[in-house]
């Protein structure tokens, strides 16, 4: 079935500093891949997305690439703030009719000053 | 605008009440999902209503778990006879589509049970 992993945390690094997080993905056929993001105290918001292959999703600094040959959608970042200390999920969109989401464990990232 | 609403935002439920979760979505939103969130994991799919529809019940872990979607908007999600392995952060999401797509999902901010 379709299933999502993401490296495990807690990420800590220095607020400038750069930033991936890992995920990769099992699935038949193409599916679209998210990343949403968990701020403390806060809901699921979504960060980025990419529908097909080769696709850069983008925002706030943050890009994740959709490579097909590789089933991964890795997340980064050049330069982090204090203020990206968040929980990060990668999820894929079921290929069903319903588009639910699948997602990966989560990932901490916690950035000190 | 509103975004997604739930309720209660904190629930304590002894082994064996029954349990009801409330989900207002975004208005004129054709998709909502429930999803169950255990602690340190991603959140997992439960169930699925296009407008008033159930089209997708597949994740519901037992038949103590029901969910209605009468008129096409507010959702209520209800748990009998709660267990321990109930004890979760249970999200709802609304889309505007009714067709799988890059479509984003506007999460609510959870429902936290806690049973003992």
């Known amino acids: 079935g379709n299933s999502v992993t993401q490296m495990e945390g807690p990420v800590t690094l220095s607020e400038e500093a750069f930033l991936t997080i890992n995920c990769t993905y099992t699935a038949t056929g193409y599916p679209s891949l998210f990343w949403y993001v968990q701020y403390p105290g806060e809901g699921l918001q979504l960060l980025l997305k990419a529908t097909k292959a080769d696709d850069k999703g983008s925002n706030k600094g943050f890009e994740a690439t959709y490579r097909k040959e590789t089933t991964s959608f890795h997340l980064e970042k050049g330069s982090v703030q204090v203020s990206d200390s968040a929980v990060y999920f990668c999820a894929l969109s079921d290929l069903s009719n319903t588009g639910k989401l699948i997602f990966g464990q989560g990932t901490t990232l916690q950035v000190k000053p | 605008g509103a975004g997604v609403s739930q309720s209660p935002r904190y629930k304590v439920a002894k082994r064996g009440q029954d349990v009801a979760l409330r989900c207002d979505p975004i208005s004129g939103h054709v998709s909502l999902f429930w999803y169950q969130q255990a602690l340190g994991q991603g959140p997992e799919f439960l169930t699925y209503?296009?407008?008033?529809?159930?089209?997708?019940k597949s994740g519901l872990p037992s038949d103590r778990f029901f969910a209605e979607r009468p008129e096409g908007s507010v959702s209520t999600l209800k748990i009998q006879r709660t267990q321990q392995e109930d004890s979760a952060v249970y999200l709802c999401?609304?889309?505007?589509?009714?067709?799988?797509?890059?479509?984003?999902?506007?999460f609510g901010p959870g429902t936290r049970l806690t049973v003992t």
């Open positions: 999401a609304s889309s505007p589509r009714g067709s799988s797509g890059p479509y984003e999902q506007y």
């Open positions: 209503f296009q407008n008033e529809a159930q089209l997708d």
